[in-house]
């Protein structure tokens, strides 16, 4: 037996009714026992969602009232997380396998770590259209220059131990893929005296290099057609060719993790402030400081000024450009203020061919006395060439779009003369790329600039920088800290053979 009855109940609340559901009430027997079931619906979920709704305006209009407040942080604009700190001690300018090396041995010769705030600036992170990624990937020390021996021999050194310096805890090891098979440059006759000469410097510097007849050219590399050559030059050890992108991302990766902030962005300008002196000749010379760099960010209008006290110009080629920001080199000509920094792009093809019946596994890097070179690419026949252009013949520089017909005119008519079994290759891909290209004397500029109290250089170096930039990086860094060259003495490299017009030649550019 049982009874029904209804309650109907209504619930006040600030802002109206709530109607509920109905109240019921039973009572049932159960074992002798009289048991009352009562359910109650008070229309509960559409309460608590009213109530949740009322917090969040609340809250809003809390938030709204505290950002009005004076020294509120509030701002109408998003900030962006990727803008580079407001004040740095160095900023480098160029995120390339150069810029990134200064930056790990910067933070590497610092004596307490933090000690020196290091600043990174790249405009294109992609790296699709960097120097260093887009090289040939060599490194030797056939120079002429015992400068550039030494620096590519240390540069060997650091690359075989490379794991010793640029491994970071928890990740991967480095593999540059460090192919040793050596550099071989063929001499005519003509030439067959300078390459003597630049062997007698080579072996006084300490390279391992071995001159070859003729006969004993055809005997080691059968495939060789020694027809012209007089003499030939074979690197025995600690030459060849690695993986670019290795490199300059195992500098990256390892000064990052020891503090270095990077930034993708654009030197625009900079804040400096000029003291005019008077040379010994009466010349009136503005000499600059530097108080801060601005940084255009990518992509964006956002930019940030970035306060320093020294900047160290790593653009590659475009490192001429970027000193002209300071008016350097815009001065009246034949005065200190008009020389300019002389580094310019200048652009260079790399092709890729196939050819089944080629050179094998001890194929050496080439340089032939035509000037057109070749190396193995990988395995199965693949091999990249290319060769400079006469000065008359310099293609655009305003994109890296790639003549095909050059090839088939300037290099493979070589190609095929050296190795007769290039007759039969065929062209699979091909890229361009910048040269920071010395038009003064092909080689590297290392140092502070006389007009510029607190901007150093490392730039010019027409085709070697990448081989070279692990001992580039450690003198930089040593001009910055230390006040001077401490490993190898590289004042031959300094902007005083240009302001004394007395150029260093490199006889062995590729």
Known sequence: MSTWRRLHVKVQTTRGLFTSRAVTQRHTWLKGHLMLCQSLSTGTPLRNDFFKDLEAQLAAVRKKAADALPGSSWSALEINPNLPPERADIVIVGGGVMGWSIAYWLKQKERVRGEVKVVVVEKDTTYSQASTVLSAGGIRQQFSLPENIHLSMASADFMRNINEHLSVLNEDPVDLQFNQSGYLFLASEDVAHIMETNYSTQRDAGAKVALLSPTQLKEKFPWINTNGVALASYGLENEGWFDPWTLLNAFRRKAI????????????????????????????????????????????????????????????????????????????????????????????????????????????????????????????????????????????????????????????????????????????????????????????????????????????????????????????????????FKTLDLNGLSFRRIMAEEPMLERNIV
């Open 257 to 484: 993790s020891m503090g270095v902030i990077q930034c993708c962005g654009e030197v625009t300008d900079f804040k400096h402030t000029t003291n005019m002196v008077m040379t010994t000749d009466g010349e009136h010379l503005g000499l600059r400081r530097i108080h801060s760099v601005k940084v255009q960010m990518s992509n964006s209008l956002e930019y940030q000024p970035v306060e320093c006290a020294i900047v160290v110009n790593a653009a590659g080629a475009f490192s001429g450009k970027l000193a002209e920001m300071l008016g350097i080199g815009l001065g009246p000509k034949d005065t200190i203020a008009g020389i300019p920094v002389p580094v310019e792009p200048r652009k260079r093809y790399i092709y890729v061919f196939h050819c089944p019946d080629g050179p094998g596994l001890d194929t050496p890097f080439l340089i032939d006395y035509s000037g057109i070179y070749f190396r193995r690419e990988g395995l199965g026949g693949n091999y990249i060439a290319g060769t400079s252009p006469e000065e008359a013949e310099e293609p655009d520089t305003s994109n890296l779009e790639v003549d095909h017909q050059f090839f088939e005119d300037k290099i493979w008519p070589y190609l095929a003369n050296r190795v007769p079994a290039f007759e039969k290759l065929k062209v699979t891909s091909a890229w361009a790329g910048f040269y920071d290209y010395n038009t003064f004397d092909q080689n590297g500029i290392i140092g502070i600039h006389p007009m510029v109290n607190n901007m150093y250089f490392a730039t010019g170096f027409s085709g070697h920088g990448l081989q070279q930039s692990p001992a580039v990086g450690r003198a930089v860094a040593e001009l910055i800290l230390d006040g001077g």
